[in-house]
């Protein structure tokens, strides 16, 4: 019998004993590596803002295997809410005395010319962005803290916040993919190397596709005539990606096997900013 028989292949990917949260989970993106986390056996609690999450959650559901190892969770939190985020938070690692990571995928997007911008658009597209992803981290950075747990986040920018998209306009979320950039670098910083008390060993990056097909573009194709071929020419692969393709590169930047990488952002965008 080969002595490879009954060993995990690639180990390192393995997610299987950890709890993790993910942002943005009841569809679209935020769902798909949720699933993924799911798949490498990790329990994942989904976050959003919807009392209770659509169909497509509940199929996602239905599909997990249990041999994996891993479950998924739903509860409803909005990220401008922070009282509510600290007390969700702190429940979901209470249930174990652990968790291990986070993926912060909660964002919106509005289309509208830079100076017909109201000073309200600009705050509640920030609030939810920017802010509330950075109190995302944090709340779950001090649950790791209390467990002593390592593990990793991953933010979800986008190529928009390294290059503004032809053909859409959207400053203010150009500018706060930008802002979720610097803000890894900057956490990844304070929270990578492990502290003489034990707290640490958090390694935060950023994972910024370039156009997905999700509710939300899929919106922006309604709102814009041309657009999805225009951003089709705009690509050295002729076409637009989908969710699942991003579930690879979430796996590794949540497991051991990117565990020499942080305070990075990983750009998946059919080679869009390649030009």
Request: glycine share 10%.
């Amino acid at each position: 019998m080969s002595e490879n028989v009954g060993r995990k292949r690639f180990p390192d990917f393995d997610l299987a004993g950890g709890t993790y949260i993910v942002t943005g989970g009841a569809r679209g993106l935020g769902l798909c590596l949720a699933e993924a986390i799911v798949e490498a056996g990790g329990e994942v609690h989904c976050l959003d803002r919807a009392e209770k999450p659509e169909e497509e959650f509940e199929e996602a559901k239905q599909r997990v295997r249990p041999e994996s190892g891993g479950s998924l969770h739903y509860a409803q939190v909005d990220v401008r809410d922070t009282k509510c985020l600290d007390e969700v938070i702190g429940r979901i690692a209470a249930r174990r005395n652990r968790l291990n990571g986070l993926v912060a995928a909660a964002g919106v997007q509005q289309i509208t010319q830079a100076v017909d911008y109201t000073a309200e658009d600009v705050t509640r597209m920030l609030e939810i962005n920017y802010t509330g992803l950075f109190m995302t981290a944090t709340a779950t950075a001090r649950q790791m803290f209390k467990y002593k747990c390592r593990g990793s986040m991953c933010l979800i920018a986008s190529m928009s916040g390294v290059v503004a998209n032809k053909g859409l306009l959207t400053p203010v979320y150009n500018s706060s993919k930008a802002a979720v950039i610097q803000l890894a670098r900057s956490l990844a910083m304070e929270w990578s190397s492990i502290k003489e008390d034990g707290t640490g060993g958090i390694r935060v990056n950023c994972l910024s596709p370039g156009h997905i097909i999700t509710p939300m573009v899929e919106k922006n194709f309604e709102e814009v005539p041309g657009l999805k071929e225009k951003w089709e020419g705009e690509n050295l692969m002729g076409r637009l990606s989908t969710p699942q393709e991003f579930k690879g590169a979430c796996i590794f930047l949540m497991s051991n096997a990117s565990s020499f990488m942080t305070g990075s952002n990983l750009i998946i965008d059919g080679g869009h900013t390649a030009w």
